[in-house]
């Protein structure tokens, strides 16, 4: 079909550098995949069963468009635990996956012409989202020299007349980095004093290492009402394929975004919802070990990392390590090639993520320790190669 039918928004732009290597992943045996944010744990199995049992019991039909009761009172009840803010069932909208929410935000909230300022290298669907409400994302350039965390400085330093959002991706994606609570407060008191809206995407905030801690945002003086969480189960629970996530937002935002919501998706597929109920309501244990299986890789990679003589930003979140394979000689792009074609690892360079440079990758720690080691000396042995 020719691109002229379609409408501005979807101009087609090249295959981007992720799938492209994806697609030679497809074409190759062995390979170490290190590139997805999808985590390698299986659902645990209570969760599953919980599934299965709604399903039996007739949960194949449309929810209520904001989602199951019971679900919105359990994340109400976890947003409250974790030291965030206090939210009603009403003013919180299920979605499939954070990804929609994100969407339906970005579609509710945005104007054409307005802008949203965002770390950069960051979450690139933010991007995405906010073009397709014809609005912009403004780039802060983060660097590793202050371990590509925002500053309240650098927000500010970014807003023009044009600025409606100040979004806050904590702990990081792409960077696995976690904005200080002290900066993040900072952050905040910039958003007030500009009368801006915060989305603040909470998704990977208990997956911390190194006693780092997530800082909610709303739940901080005078944020309530000019806030919106964003979070899910993809993460916390290894749920990416359930496709459950979530919005909670000021009350006066939450009908015409809902709306929004049930447009798009009526709601959020009902065996998912009961799925999450679970998650939340049964055993933490699960959480717990995966996080500190996650701990256990980090430490792996980055002993390998450093044994390249390939710096890194000191990764204290979600399950990624962001490295700097600039001395390797080779472009981030080519770099990931490389190592797919001749070392049969997959990573992905940091231009998927909007990055400004082509010196970074990152690496998923969604592999057991000992693919991670064998990454290790297959990259290593791909690095010597090039330095060579
Ligand atoms: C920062 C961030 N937000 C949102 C999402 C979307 O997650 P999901 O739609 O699986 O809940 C992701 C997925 O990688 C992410 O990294």
Known sequence: ????RLAHRAALKDARVNIRLQDIADSLTDVIRMGRGDPDFDTPAHIVRAGQEALAKGATHYTHAQGILPLRQAIAKDIVARGGASYTPEQIV????A????????LGLLDPGDEMVAACPGYHPYHQAAELAGARVVDIRTTMATN??????????HITPKTKIVVVVN???PTGTVT????????AEVAKAHDLLVISDEIYAQLTYGGARVQPVASLPGMAERTITISGFSKTYAMTGWRVGYFA???????ALAAIHNGLAISTASVSQHAALAALTGPQDCVEDMRRTYDERRAVLCEGLRAMGIPYAEPQGAFFVYANVASVGLGATAFCEKLLREGKVLVFPGVVYGDYTDDFVRLS???PVEKIREACARMAGVVAAIRA
Do not use: C
């Open 1 to 4: 079909m020719p691109t002229t």
């Open 94 to 97: 299920v979605t499939p996956g």
């Open 99 to 106: 990804q929609q929410a994100l969407f339906t935000v970005a």
């Open 148 to 157: 590509f965390t925002l500053t309240a400085e650098m927000v500010e330093a």
């Open 171 to 173: 702990p990081s994606n």
């Open 180 to 187: 200080p609570p002290e900066e993040v407060a900072r952050i």
């Open 249 to 255: 937002a000021p009350a006066d935002l939450v009908p």
């Open 365 to 367: 720690l969604t592999q």
